[in-house]
Structure formats: structure tokens, C-alpha cells
């Protein structure tokens, strides 16, 4: 768009390409909002103290200005017209004073008469706002000059210059250059005159996606969410798009399957009405935070920031984060637990504001701004001596600059307490409100936090075993979305590994464990004890063991008879209370056996049961005697240990099987929640209540419930493969077809394949259909749903050597109607006209004046016998040149005349094949693309229907489809790149 179209009465056109599934939905509601003829809302930056600084130097500079009257000319532009006289004053004294470094003192511009309030400009002054000025910050970026000529060609990142060596080539524009040297700020090369290139990268800050667009996002999630909760939801959601807005039936489907899949997976679409948090387990045992926020990366840039430095208070940890336009994840580590819907709360809307500042000075977008601001406030001059000033000096400059105004930010951590002190400074003052107002929305966070607070925005938590659709793009966000120093190979979020393509019904599953996962992990983390030592070991680690548990286990009561007779264990029961372990039997009534616990660990349930009974009556070991434990801390220690063998349990069965309320084991578990020990939701499927599970057993849950899935799409073996194309291909002779109207279908799966001619009435036809007849092939042809051709070519092919190469020519049967894209496939014939015997010449012109002729027709105008005219048949057969109407013509070349049937006679029997070439019927040449005959399309772009149709049939004739697998085709097949692309484009459409 832009200047597209730019005259009178000319309307600008543009073109939209969306590179993720998130960007197709972006675009959509681009359009939607244009159509409803919406407009961003274009904000004017109040008060820019850098700039000001700047206009400031350049009026002194060029006269003599009254601090009042220069005053009152700054206040008559728009964006200064709130300035005060206080801030105006500060910004003329930082022009005036300048700061001082250890180099000297620096940026002073005008001299200041404070006494008669008169400003007047300083040598130099002139000269740097003339050079230096602009409100377009510097990119660092390096020239790429030209030798000998000295030519300025181009521009490349500061990065890929530092990066690249002497002797490399990469491209610009169109043409290739080779690196001779890199020197500061500039990289000269030279023509490489078309070697292969590399590409080079710049790197910037794009701007954040408009609260408007934000709102038209979440407009058309909630309108595509009503749709799909109707009956016909994705029909009713597809036309809305469709009609509408005005999206092609391709890009409306992607939209509509993706956001269903996200739908299925998430409960409901995520809105700027209904926020949701998404957390799931990693491949390192950590797990990933996801919150849905479509408010734009300005907001969600600033709720990411609040949230980490509020994290790294709670729980002593620097989190990786990462923030977009619609999300937000936060790298977890195994030491994190916590109920996922509590994170909304983890904020205040009246107290966000000074966290963020602090967030936002450890973040790599502080210094960025404060090196822009630095250099449009002339404080650090672009150019000095008449040559700009290098980026890597700028930068050096711009950290003394800090040192002098803003000591703490540089400081070493170790000797800081609290917080950072922000110092009353012009330029810092500046890049704070340029980093909480344009790099992010702090406004706009306040409000969000407030409308949760009162409840106008909902929150939705989902626990799931792997990332939602609508987490993939977060989860793969490019650094630029980084709200750490963490480079992109250290990311935790690379350890998540989601699942490529998931439809509606796969998606609704994410948020479900499996039953039998759990059971497994139920039973390995209980305690196989084969002796009374290993039982005390499982004593020891669970706590305590129920004697439900103990009947379970055959041989354990044998063991525990043992130890109580060592003084090793004993059995406790509360005789102030119900003993614990004692539950009412559902049928009789009666109580069961108390519970039975190590000896080192009786002071624990000393300190939960005061009056404690023990039978037998031992004591503890005196090393384990010695600590006093209190009440709350020795419960808690109990229900780690129960927690660590359980797996998932409620907490009335923990209750229950300790004899203690059910409000004590809640205090319990929500300390361990706090230490990250334990993690609470709905696990076991038709279990209602809310259950606690050690969170290493939790990780393993959702391991093995990914783990199962996996297996489900493993790759098998070469062996199994074989066995599945032999079913696939009815070559099994349980799968074998029978009767004239299976060729047709396995004609259609081999299409393209080529064998050699002797071999498919030989052994590929036969093995295929039970009791194969030569005639069903003949009729196949003859019907014209059926044709034989060669579509490989070689330089000897058209050898005139008889019916020797006829046997060994490679030869493909094909449905007619798809015989034009295969033809279009395949390369032209090798052999030239002039190339082949003069019989076979012969044989060609007629047929060229004639058009297609039968047999006889063919000897009677040539005027050659009957056998030369058969050699040059098999010469052009063999060149792919020409084809009968019927597999009879070819069936004769590959048969010697001597075992031929007779045309008459006898009576030929019905499965006695056709061996006359008289029987073959019309012979016509091959038509084909002309050699020479340019392309219409471009190089670079494959035939696109030819490629997919050759998808389709490699896909019907093996059913699985990979890169190897074209090493059993022709060569002439486009290449896999092609091929690749149009797989996923139909992978794409579902």
C-alpha cells in the first residue's frame, strides 16, 4: 500500500502475506476493519524533552534568545503546548551544564546568563545541531562500498558485518558481492560476478500492532467463537469469512480450522473479554506458562516484564519470557507451583507502575532508547570531525553518559539494595516514558488489570499435557520478542515439542491425561519392598502405610512382623481421637487397623498426635529424637512423603487416611504448593473433586500421556512397511482384486510407475489380480479408459537393435484423462527424428500425414514389408515415440513370431492372449510438449496441478510418502522441494 496508485484519483492497492496462522487471522480482521471503514487512532508523542534539547541548541545557535520569549515559542508547537516552565528549565540547564566524565566535560551547547535570563549559543553549537540533528535514530548499520570505484551500494546490518569474514559472498539486490574487508562502519567488497551467495539479515524494532486492530482481533474471535457453538459451526463460521469479509475459501478454511482447533483445546477462543492461562509440562521437566492475551504486544510486552520481576521476587528465580501480539509464556522451572489461576492475581492495578519501571531497566529496550535519546538530544553527537562517529563508539559513549546521570542502572547488583533510585534527569526521564509508553502501554496494563480485578474480564486456567494450537507461535517467537538477554539457543521454550498438526477432536484431548498413564505412574512410584529392609526403606520415604496398603501387599505383614520385633516400626493409633488409618467399612462398620510408621519418624507423629499409642512401644533414634517438631511442619513433612508414592489423591482420602480434618491437610498442601513441591487440578478422568500430585509425578503423568500418543505415529520398520505395501498393493493373496474392473483401479494406483514392458503381464498384473486375462487389459485400451506409454527418455533409446531393447524398455500404464499431466512431466524425447533407421523414418511420416493408421494401413503406405515395418514399430516403441490404441500392438513386439497364435483356424479360447500385431489397433505417435517451446510459466514456479496430481498418486500407490521413497520412481519426477511444498499445502486444508 503506501504509494501504490499514488495520483489523483488513484485508489492504493496492496498485498497481504501472512506467514503464520496468527498473522492469517490478523489479516482477516484487517479487512474486516476496513470494511466497516475503521480507522487507527494516530497519537501525538506530548512533550519530547529530547527533541526539545535539540530545537533548543539549534535556536540558540543562530540567535540570541530570553529564556521566556524561546519559552513561549516552544509552547505554541502542538506537542509541547502542556510543557511547564519547570521542565523547560531543566532541559535548558542539562544544554547549558552538559555532564562531566573522566574524558572531561561534555555536551555543553549554549552559555546560559541566569541573571538576565539570556541564552546564547557556544562554538561548535552550530555546526553539531546541524550535523547531528533529526529525531530518526541512528540503525548502526554498515556501508557496503564498492572497489575500486568506491562506490556506495547498499547498507547491512552491524551484526552481519561483524559476523562475516574477508572472502565471503552474499547478495544485495541482484547482484553478488565477495567481502574484501571490514573496517569500522564500512564493508567493502567487490563483483563476485554471480557466484552463489548468502543472504544478509538486518535486524530493527517493528512497530507494535494498534489498540484498534488489537480490538478488531478479539471483535472477529468472538464472532467466529458464536458460529462454531452453533450446529453447524465451522459450515456457519466458513461463509461468515467467506462472505462477509471477503476471504478466499482457502484462507477462510485455514482461519476457521485453526481457530476451532484452538477452540476444541482452550474451552473458548481467548478475547480481550475472557483471558485464558495455559500451563503444560516440557521435555525438561519444567513447564511453560502461556497467557492468551490478544491485547496487543504493547501490553503484553508490559504485563510479561511486571510479571517475570514479580516472579523473581516470589520465587527467587530469573524466568525466560517472551511476549506477541496475542501471547505471552513464561519458562517455569521445576522449582515452581503453584494454582494457575492465582498468576492473574499476581499484579495490582494501582501498583504495576513502579514494578514495571524496575523491570523495564533491566530489559534490553532501556538501553536501546537511551542511546536513541542520547544522540537526539545532541548529548552524544553523531558526527565528530567530519566523519560519523562508529556504533560501537556511540555505545561506549552512551554507557559513560549513563555513568554520569544514572549511576545505579550501570551498577553492580551486589552492591545495590532495593530498588533502583531513578534520578530527576531530562534524558532519563525520557527513556522511562518512552519505554512505558511506546516500546509498551503501562496505561493500557493498568486498565486490563483493573477490568480483572472487577471482574469485567474473565479468567480461564487450563492445565493441558502439550501446547494448544494457539501457543505454537509464542512458543517459536524470534528474539525480537524476547523480554530477556537469553540468547535463542538457551531458551527453555525450545524443549517443548508439540504436535504438528492437530484437528479439533486431537486438540479437545490436550487438556486430558490418560487413565492408564496415571496408573502406571501409580504403580512405580509405590515401593516394591522384597524384604523387611527394603519395607523400612518404604517406610521411611512414604510415611506411613495403611493397613488397606499392607493387605494389598502379601508378603509385607510377614516383614512388618519383623521390624516391630526389631524395634524398627511400629503400629500408632490417637486415643484422643479417631485413630489414624481408621475408616468405617462400607459394609460391616467396624474399624480397620491403625497405621504403621518407621521409628524415625515417630517424632513427626509425635507432634500431629499428642496422645499417641504405640504397639509395640518403641522410641525413635536418639539422633532423630533430638529435633522438636512443630505441629504444622511435621504434617507437612507427612504429606510430602505420602504425595511422593501416591500420585494424584484428593485430600478427604488423605484426611482420611491420617484421621486428621480435612482443613489440616489444606494447610499442608498449600505450603508445599508454595515450595513448588505440588501441584493441584482434575487428573484422573471421572474424578470431580480436586486432586494434589507431587509435580515429578505429575511431569511423568503427562510424559507418558505424550509418550502414548507418540507411538501411536511412530515410525515403524522397513520390514512392517513391506508388508503394509504388499496389502496396500493387493499383492497379498488375501488382498488380491478379482475381475476386469479391479485393472482399471490398479492401473490407477500404478499410474506412472515404470517397469519394463515384458514385466507387467508377467508379474506385476498377475500378482495383483486373481486370474489375470490378457483381454482385460486389451478392452481397458480399446475402451479408451487406458493407455501404454514410455515417458523416460535416453540417448540410446531409439537404437535401432529390433525387439531386443523392446523387453527392457521401461513402459507406464495410465488412465487417459491424466495422461496429459504426466506427459507434461516427463521430458521430451531424446532422439531426434534424423537419428533413427530410415524405416523408421518411414514409418513416422506417414503416420504424420496420415494421422493414426493401423497395421496394415502403416505397410501399405510405406511400402515396406510386413517385418521391416514391425522393426521400425519396436524402434519408435522403444524411443517412446509412438502407441497403439490397444496393449495387443505391444504385447507382439514382445512376442517372437514363431510362438504367435494364429489369426484363424482353430477358435481362439477367451483367455488366450492377443499376439497378432494386427490386433493391436490404430498406431499414432506420442503427442508431447515440442523441445524449445518456452514455459509460460516462470522457472522458479512448478506446474502446480501437475505436481499435486503426481502428490496424489505417489500417495494412493504407497499410502505413506517421504523423500526415499523417490528413489523407486522415475527420475524425472519433479523434485521433492516441489513436492514438499504441496504436500503441506494439502496438509494444510486438512
Not at 505420602?642 to 484421621?659: C, D, F, K, V
Amino acid at each position: 500500500a503506501g504509494r501504490a496508485s499514488h495520483q489523483v484519483g488513484g485508489v492504493p492497492k496492496a498485498r497481504i502475506f501472512a506467514l503464520s496462522r496468527d498473522e492469517l487471522v490478523e489479516c482477516t480482521a484487517l479487512l474486516d476493519a476496513v470494511r466497516r471503514g475503521e480507522l487507527d487512532r494516530l497519537i501525538i508523542p506530548p512533550k519530547p524533552l529530547d527533541v526539545l534539547a535539540q530545537q533548543i541548541v539549534a535556536e540558540v545557535a543562530a540567535k540570541e534568545w530570553t529564556e521566556d520569549q524561546l519559552f513561549e515559542l516552544v509552547r505554541r508547537a502542538y506537542p509541547y503546548a502542556t510543557l511547564t516552565q519547570g521542565e523547560f528549565l531543566d532541559v535548558v540547564r542539562m544544554v547549558a551544564d552538559g555532564y562531566s566524565t573522566r574524558r572531561g566535560h561534555r555536551a555543553a551547547y549554549i552559555h546560559r546568563d541566569a541573571v538576565n535570563g539570556v541564552l546564547r549559543g557556544r562554538r561548535g553549537s552550530r555546526l553539531t545541531a546541524l550535523t547531528s540533528g533529526g529525531a530518526i535514530p541512528d540503525n548502526a548499520d554498515y556501508n557496503v562500498v564498492l572497489e575500486p570505484a568506491g562506490q556506495i551500494v547498499g547498507t547491512v546490518n552491524e551484526d552481519f558485518a561483524v559476523e562475516s569474514l574477508a572472502g565471503d559472498i552474499f547478495q544485495l539486490g541482484n547482484t553478488s558481492y565477495r567481502i574484501l574487508r571490514v573496517e569500522a562502519g564500512r564493508v567493502r567488497v567487490d563483483d563476485a560476478h554471480g557466484q552463489p551467495p548468502t543472504i544478509p539479515f538486518w535486524l530493527g524494532e517493528a512497530p507494535a500492532r494498534t489498540a484498534e486492530l488489537s480490538h478488531a482481533v478479539s471483535r472477529l474471535r468472538e464472532e467466529i467463537s458464536e458460529r462454531l457453538n452453533e450446529e453447524d459451526g465451522k459450515q456457519a463460521a466458513f461463509d461468515q469469512v467467506v462472505q462477509d469479509i471477503g476471504l478466499s475459501a482457502p484462507a477462510a478454511g485455514q482461519v476457521v480450522d485453526y481457530l476451532a482447533a484452538g477452540q476444541a483445546a482452550l474451552g473458548t477462543l481467548p478475547t480481550q473479554k475472557t483471558i485464558i492461562f495455559e500451563r503444560f509440562f516440557d521435555e525438561s521437566g519444567g513447564m511453560q506458562l502461556v497467557i492468551h492475551s490478544p491485547f496487543g504486544s504493547r501490553i503484553n510486552r508490559a504485563w510479561g516484564l511486571a510479571l517475570r520481576k514479580r516472579f523473581c521476587t516470589k520465587f527467587n528465580f530469573e524466568l525466560q519470557a517472551a511476549a506477541t501480539e496475542d501471547s505471552i509464556v513464561l519458562s517455569l522451572s521445576t522449582s515452581h507451583s503453584f494454582p494457575l489461576e492465582s498468576v492473574a492475581r499476581y499484579l495490582n492495578s494501582k501498583t504495576v507502575r513502579p514494578l514495571l519501571v524496575q523491570a523495564m531497566l533491566d530489559a534490553p529496550m532501556f538501553g536501546a532508547r537511551w542511546r536513541w535519546i542520547a544522540g537526539t538530544s545532541l548529548a552524544l553527537p553523531r558526527f565528530q570531525g567530519g566523519k560519523k562517529v562508529p556504533a560501537p563508539l556511540q555505545r561506549m559513549r552512551a554507557e559513560d553518559l549513563m555513568a554520569a546521570v544514572f549511576p545505579d542502572q550501570i551498577a553492580c547488583a551486589d552492591n545495590l539494595v532495593g530498588d533502583r533510585e531513578i534520578p530527576d534527569h531530562p534524558l532519563v526521564a525520557q527513556a522511562v516514558h518512552d519505554c512505558l509508553h511506546e516500546a509498551m502501554d503501562v496505561e493500557g496494563l493498568e486498565r486490563l488489570l483493573g477490568d480483572i480485578e472487577s471482574g469485567r474480564v474473565a479468567v480461564i486456567a487450563r492445565d493441558l499435557t502439550g501446547p494448544s494450537p494457539m501457543a505454537q507461535e509464542i512458543l517459536t517467537a524470534r528474539p525480537y520478542a524476547y523480554l530477556d538477554d537469553a540468547p535463542l539457543e538457551e531458551r527453555r521454550a525450545q524443549a517443548v515439542m508439540g504436535r504438528r498438526w492437530l484437528d479439533e477432536a486431537s486438540a479437545a484431548d490436550l487438556g486430558r491425561l490418560d487413565a492408564a498413564a496415571i496408573d502406571r505412574v501409580r504403580g512405580e512410584a509405590w515401593p516394591e519392598a522384597t524384604n523387611a529392609d527394603e519395607l523400612h526403606d518404604a517406610l521411611l520415604g512414604l510415611g506411613f502405610v495403611t493397613q488397606d496398603e499392607i493387605d494389598r501387599q502379601e508378603s509385607w505383614r510377614g516383614f512388618l512382623d519383623s521390624l516391630a520385633m526389631q524395634r524398627r516400626a511400629t503400629c500408632v493409633a490417637d486415643r484422643a481421637s479417631q485413630p489414624p488409618g481408621r475408616v468405617k467399612a462400607a459394609k460391616t462398620g467396624a474399624d480397620e487397623a491403625a497405621i504403621w510408621v518407621a521409628a524415625e519418624r515417630l517424632p513427626q507423629f509425635h507432634a500431629v498426635y499428642p496422645n499417641l499409642v504405640l504397639s509395640p512401644a518403641i522410641e525413635a533414634p536418639a539422633e532423630f529424637a533430638e529435633r522438636a517438631w512443630a505441629r504444622d511442619d511435621a504434617l507437612v513433612e507427612i504429606v510430602r512423603s505420602r504425595l511422593e508414592g501416591l500420585g494424584p489423591t484428593t485430600t478427604s482420602a488423605i484426611a482420611g487416611s491420617m484421621g486428621l480434618p480435612s482443613a489440616d491437610i489444606e494447610v499442608a498442601l498449600a505450603k508445599l504448593v508454595a515450595e513448588g513441591v505440588v501441584m493441584s487440578g482434575l487428573f484422573t478422568p471421572g474424578v470431580g473433586e480436586t486432586e494434589w500430585c507431587d509435580r515429578s509425578l505429575l511431569a511423568r503423568i503427562h510424559r507418558n500421556t505424550v509418550k502414548r500418543l507418540r507411538q501411536e505415529i511412530e515410525p515403524v520398520s522397513s520390514q512392517d512397511f513391506l508388508r503394509f505395501l504388499f496389502r496396500w498393493q493387493h499383492v497379498t493373496p488375501s488382498e488380491q482384486r478379482q475381475g476386469p474392473d479391479a485393472l482399471d483401479a490398479i492401473i490407477a494406483q500404478l499410474q506412472g510407475f515404470e517397469a519394463p514392458a515384458a514385466a507387467w503381464e508377467s508379474e506385476i498384473l498377475p500378482a495383483r489380480l486373481e486370474d489375470y486375462e490378457f483381454t482385460w487389459l486389451d478392452d481397458l485400451c480399446l475402451s479408451g479408459r487406458a493407455i501404454w506409454t514410455r515417458l523416460s527418455h535416453t540417448a540410446n533409446s531409439g537404437a535401432a537393435s529390433g525387439r531386443g531393447p523392446i523387453r527392457t524398455t521401461p513402459v507406464t500404464l495410465l488412465p487417459r484423462r491424466s495422461a496429459p499431466l504426466w506427459t507434461r512431466a516427463a521430458p521430451p524425447p531424446a532422439v531426434k527424428i534424423e537419428e533413427l533407421s530410415s524405416r523408421a523414418q518411414a514409418v513416422v511420416e506417414a503416420l504424420r500425414s496420415h494421422g493414426a493408421s493401423f497395421y496394415d494401413e502403416i505397410v501399405h503406405t510405406t511400402g515396406l514389408l510386413r517385418t521391416q515395418v514391425e522393426d521400425a514399430l519396436a524402434e519408435l516403441v522403444a524411443a517412446g515415440l509412438v502407441a497403439s490404441d490397444s496393449f495387443a500392438g505391444l504385447r507382439a513386439l514382445l512376442t517372437p513370431s514363431e510362438k504367435r497364435k494364429p489369426l484363424g483356424g482353430t477358435k481362439r479360447r477367451r483367455r488366450s492372449p492377443l499376439f497378432g500385431i494386427e490386433e493391436a489397433g490404430r498406431w499414432s505417435l506420442v503427442k508431447r510438449t515440442p523441445p524449445g517451446v518456452p514455459s509460460k510459466r516462470a522457472y522458479y514456479e512448478p506446474d502446480q496441478d501437475m505436481v499435486e496430481h503426481i502428490v496424489h498418486s505417489l500417495l494412493r500407490r504407497y499410502g505413506v510418502v517421504f523423500w526415499r521413497l523417490l528413489q523407486r520412481e522415475a527420475a524425472w519426477l519433479p523434485p521433492w522441494r516441489d513436492m514438499l511444498r504441496v504436500l503441506r499445502r494439502l496438509e494444510a486444508r486438512g
